[in-house]
């Protein structure tokens, strides 16, 4: 299994995920991605949009902050460590990626 975990440093969601994954022990590889949302080409390559945290875990990529908490819950918590997780969620990655504007020039790990 190849767990990755895109994020910034400075990211409030980020940091929460990192903290999840720290508190179920759960192994990853951390990437931290430029500030500028135009410049992380790798977060883009894998989920079709700018934001982070984005979470990789094999062929499923997740994009909200709350479904890698409820996943890494359902996958790796006490009651199901290593197991599938049958739940369905609705942020994979996009089918149809972001088109580049100009905010996306201005730091931010997501919209409000």
């Not at 910034?8 to 931290?32: A, G």
Request: net charge negative.
């Amino acid at each position: 299994m190849a767990l990755t975990l895109f994020h910034v440093d400075w990211c409030p969601d980020c940091h929460v995920v990192r903290q999840k994954l720290t508190e179920l022990r759960v192994s990853y590889q951390d990437v931290i991605v430029p500030d500028s949302r135009r410049m992380r080409t790798q977060v883009y390559d894998v989920s079709g949009q700018y934001y982070v945290p984005v979470l990789k875990d094999d062929d499923l990529v997740l994009t909200e902050t709350d479904d890698i908490l409820d996943y890494l819950d359902k996958r790796y918590g006490a009651d199901n460590v290593g197991g599938a997780a049958a739940t369905q969620f609705e942020s994979q990655a996009r089918a149809t990626p972001d088109m580049p504007d100009e905010d996306d020039d201005h730091p931010s790990c997501r919209i409000n």
